[in-house]
């Protein structure tokens, strides 16, 4: 017998028809309630992981967006990707970012652009931007330009290899140890004139109760009238045509870091090693090599013909940065012949016959010591003058010369006929005297002027008349807050750059 049939013997056969069906209905009711509550509580819980799965692809694409902004003109040009932070108007501000930042936010979380959206498609999730900050950025123009070196040498490690900083150093250290760089031979030399000619006038016995007045001609008065002159006049066929560009330095960056009036990130500095610094800073300058123009190798609409001799010298205008440079380099090659010079017995020879016959004509042996080293400097600077001219017309040097890398004879050198033709030769190249120079140089100081070059030639271009490079992130942390009309709330924070 089964349990219907025990109901209908207890109560008649109407009551048990009804009490069985309300004892169905019970248990249907709770049933359904268990299922809905199932079903609900599986729908919130997909509401939730899809708002929440939206927010995280909704601000890597949000972040991505602003960083797809990077100014083109600065990637064009000097291959730096950086967000500008004034998008073409004269104000840089982080809040300009940031409103960027939510625009597309609150695109990607709204459905206005797809088809019939209203009819076709729900708001599953329901989300809304309540807030949207930049944390922390960073900006190229951080730590005295520091982002900006490791940015530059980043963007050229690849294509350059470790040998050419080897040799760099060779360089360098010969530089060093020969006092290279010192470049006081044009003072000492100033000196042993006004020494030789303190004889000139003079009085002297030549015979009892006879007297003589000296007549002193240096031998090398006519290399002195030509140094007077400059050394673009005697290594350069026309002075007048040199660039006349100059470069108003008053509001470009490298005067703003020194008034303190530039904006600033606040993200930490990694420290780096001696090593790690050494092959950055040389990396950095290989970097300024390709992107910014030289003698010889100008860049098409730059601020200035000659942006590397810039970073050296300083100076406002073309014309005296390259002079500057070649007044250097000038030194630097008469103190490495006058070295080649001292060290060949046959050259110090012809210097010692020349002095001594001078002084036998006037009889004034003891002025012997003062002409040699007079005609010694003369003759060095004379084939200096020829070692600028080679390299300004893209021929090479060596560091320190031999018989065979040796070209003025003694008397051509002082009769100062500085004007031949230059001709091929092995050694150092204009470029290589430029790297020499930087990598003497404090490398905050090329860093400042560096992106001196980068604001003025980005400000020469269409609509970045008032592009400032401190106002360029190239890394930005953001922290969004996004809520949902059925009361859920969601925080986060994430970070995006280009290294």
């Given at each position: 017998?089964?349990?219907?049939?025990?109901?209908?013997?207890?109560?008649?056969?109407?009551?048990?028809?009804?009490?069985?069906?309300?004892?169905?209905?019970?248990?249907?009711?709770?049933?359904?309630?268990?299922?809905?509550?199932?079903?609900?509580?599986?729908?919130?819980?997909?509401?939730?992981?899809?708002?929440?799965?939206?927010?995280?692809?909704?601000?890597?694409?949000?972040?991505?967006?602003?960083?797809?902004?990077?100014?083109?003109?600065?990637?064009?040009?000097?291959?730096?990707?950086?967000?500008?932070?004034?998008?073409?108007?004269?104000?840089?501000?982080?809040?300009?970012?940031?409103?960027?930042?939510?625009?597309?936010?609150?695109?990607?979380?709204?459905?206005?652009?797809?088809?019939?959206?209203?009819?076709?498609?729900?708001?599953?999730?329901?989300?809304?931007?309540?807030?949207?900050?930049?944390?922390?950025?960073?900006?190229?123009?951080?730590?005295?330009?520091?982002?900006?070196?490791?940015?530059?040498?980043?963007?050229?490690?690849?294509?350059?290899?470790?040998?050419?900083?080897?040799?760099?150093?060779?360089?360098?250290?010969?530089?060093?140890?020969?006092?290279?760089?010192?470049?006081?031979?044009?003072?000492?030399?100033?000196?042993?004139?006004?020494?030789?000619?303190?004889?000139?006038?003079?009085?002297?016995?030549?015979?009892?109760?006879?007297?003589?007045?000296?007549?002193?001609?240096?031998?090398?008065?006519?290399?002195?009238?030509?140094?007077?002159?400059?050394?673009?006049?005697?290594?350069?066929?026309?002075?007048?045509?040199?660039?006349?560009?100059?470069?108003?330095?008053?509001?470009?960056?490298?005067?703003?870091?020194?008034?303190?009036?530039?904006?600033?990130?606040?993200?930490?500095?990694?420290?780096?090693?001696?090593?790690?610094?050494?092959?950055?800073?040389?990396?950095?300058?290989?970097?300024?090599?390709?992107?910014?123009?030289?003698?010889?190798?100008?860049?098409?609409?730059?601020?200035?013909?000659?942006?590397?001799?810039?970073?050296?010298?300083?100076n406002e205008s073309d014309a005296d940065n390259l002079r500057s440079v070649a007044n250097r380099i000038c030194a630097v090659r008469e103190a490495a012949n006058a070295i080649y010079l001292l060290t060949d017995e046959t050259k110090m020879s012809e210097i010692r016959m020349a002095a001594e016959l001078v002084c036998t004509i006037i009889t004034l042996p003891e002025l012997i010591p003062l002409l040699e080293a007079a005609i010694l400097l003369g003759?060095?600077?004379?084939?200096?003058?020829?070692?600028?001219?080679?390299?300004?017309?893209?021929?090479?040097?060596?560091?320190?010369?031999?018989?065979?890398?040796?070209?003025?004879?003694?008397?051509?050198?002082?009769?100062?006929?500085?004007?031949?033709?230059?001709?091929?030769?092995?050694?150092?190249?204009?470029?290589?005297?430029?790297?020499?120079?930087?990598?003497?140089?404090?490398?905050?100081?090329?860093?400042?002027?560096?992106?001196?070059?980068?604001?003025?030639?980005?400000?020469?271009?269409?609509?970045?008349?008032?592009?400032?490079?401190?106002?360029?992130?190239?890394?930005?942390?953001?922290?969004?807050?996004?809520?949902?009309?059925?009361?859920?709330?969601?925080?986060?924070?994430?970070?995006?750059?280009?290294?």
């Amino acid at each position: 017998m089964g349990r219907r049939d025990e109901y209908c013997m207890a109560f008649g056969d109407r009551e048990k028809e009804q009490l069985y069906n309300a004892y169905l209905t019970v248990w249907v009711a709770l049933c359904l309630s268990i299922i809905l509550s199932l079903c609900l509580t599986l729908i919130d819980g997909a509401r939730r992981n899809c708002a929440r799965m939206e927010v995280e692809c909704v601000t890597e694409i949000g972040l991505q967006s602003i960083l797809a902004e990077y100014h083109r003109e600065l990637m064009r040009q000097y291959n730096l990707f950086a967000v500008d932070a004034s998008y073409g108007t004269a104000v840089c501000s982080k809040t300009n970012t940031e409103e960027h930042l939510r625009y597309y936010l609150e695109r990607n979380l709204g459905y206005e652009d797809l088809f019939l959206s209203g009819f076709w498609h729900k708001d599953f999730p329901a989300l809304f931007v309540k807030q949207a900050e930049l944390k922390r950025v960073s900006i190229l123009t951080d730590y005295g330009g520091a982002v900006f070196r490791r940015r530059a040498a980043e963007a050229i490690e690849a294509d350059v290899g470790l040998e050419l900083l080897q040799k760099l150093q060779d360089w360098m250290q010969v530089m060093e140890v020969n006092g290279l760089e010192e470049g006081t031979q044009a003072q000492d030399k100033k000196e042993l004139d006004e020494e030789i000619d303190s004889y000139d006038g003079m009085t002297v016995e030549i015979k009892e109760n006879e007297w003589e007045i000296l007549d002193i001609s240096n031998p090398t008065d006519g290399l002195e009238e030509k140094r007077r002159k400059g050394i673009l006049k005697l290594v350069l066929e026309d002075e007048e045509e040199l660039s006349q560009k100059v470069l108003n330095l008053e509001n470009l960056i490298g005067s703003r870091l020194q008034l303190g009036q530039v904006n600033s990130g606040n993200v930490e500095r990694t420290e780096q090693s001696d090593a790690e610094q050494l092959i950055e800073r040389f990396f950095f300058q290989e970097y300024l090599l390709r992107y910014m123009g030289r003698y010889g190798t100008e860049k098409e609409g730059a601020a200035l013909d000659w942006q590397i001799e810039y970073l050296i010298a300083g100076n406002e205008s073309d014309a005296d940065n390259l002079r500057s440079v070649a007044n250097r380099i000038c030194a630097v090659r008469e103190a490495a012949n006058a070295i080649y010079l001292l060290t060949d017995e046959t050259k110090m020879s012809e210097i010692r016959m020349a002095a001594e016959l001078v002084c036998t004509i006037i009889t004034l042996p003891e002025l012997i010591p003062l002409l040699e080293a007079a005609i010694l400097l003369g003759w060095a600077y004379a084939e200096s003058v020829y070692d600028v001219k080679s390299l300004l017309a893209g021929g090479r040097i060596p560091l320190l010369k031999d018989d065979e890398s040796w070209h003025y004879g003694l008397t051509a050198a002082l009769e100062g006929e500085l004007q031949e033709e230059t001709q091929e030769g092995e050694g150092l190249s204009y470029e290589d005297y430029l790297r020499i120079f930087m990598m003497f140089a404090d490398m905050d100081t090329i860093t400042a002027r560096a992106m001196d070059m980068v604001e003025a030639d980005i400000r020469k271009t269409s609509g970045n008349t008032a592009f400032r490079l401190d106002g360029c992130y190239d890394y930005v942390e953001a922290y969004i807050q996004i809520g949902s009309r059925h009361g859920y709330e969601y925080e986060i924070t994430r970070q995006k750059g280009y290294n």
